[in-house]
């Protein structure tokens, strides 16, 4: 490691771009040993814990009701409610922050999944992670990029545009559960 950081201010120091280093320095503070990052949860909680109920908000947000009382159509209306949408929005959108964080692990240890028939353990997925990270990071920047569209049209206080987020979010959710989750699922015939 030492040795990686005297190279590297070589580098700066004889005016070499510092991105031609091939690594970046790993997670620790600038002034010295310790970490900066401090990684607790797990990716499920994290799924659990902020991506899930912040999705919900928006899936939520937008609805057409029909029944015998007539049609209620359900949106944010007031500033109140666009900002409470909008905090689900940003808490997605920085949720998938957490999610590529370097040493974030899938699951505690000891932990089992629910439907192994269809289910990958948490360990093989730790593996399929731990392969190919670019990948991880591919799926991960996928949701980001779909939360900004929602937080797009919050910020427009546009409602089909809202509304197109929660399907583009679907979708990155649903791509990177089939790759890393269950990908031996066969479609329903
Ligand atoms: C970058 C990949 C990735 C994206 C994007 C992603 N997930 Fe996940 N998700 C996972 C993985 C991996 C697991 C399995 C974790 C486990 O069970 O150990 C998981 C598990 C879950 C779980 C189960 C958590 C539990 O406690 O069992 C829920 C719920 C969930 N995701 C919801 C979502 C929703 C909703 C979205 C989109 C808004 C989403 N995920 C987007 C990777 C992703």
Known sequence: MRGMYAVAAAALLFGVAACSSSKPAPAAAASGSEPAFRLTGTIKEIMDSVVDPSADVLWDSVSTTINRQGTTEKQPRTDE???????????????????????????????????????????????????????????????????????????????????????????????????YWYPDEKPVS
């Open 81 to 179: 409610e666009w900002k409470m949408v909008r905090r689900s929005a940003v808490a997605l959108v920085e949720a998938t922050n957490l999610l590529v964080m370097e040493g974030r692990k899938v699951a505690p240890p000891g932990d089992k999944s629910e439907n192994p028939d269809i289910e990958l353990g948490p360990e093989q997925m730790q593996k399929l992670l731990d392969a190919d990270r670019a990948s991880w990071v591919k799926y991960a920047h996928g949701l980001h990029d779909a939360a900004a569209g929602a937080l797009k049209a919050i910020d427009e206080k546009n409602i089909q545009g809202l509304m197109d987020s929660g399907e583009t979010i679907d979708n990155a959710c649903e791509n990177c559960h089939k790759h």
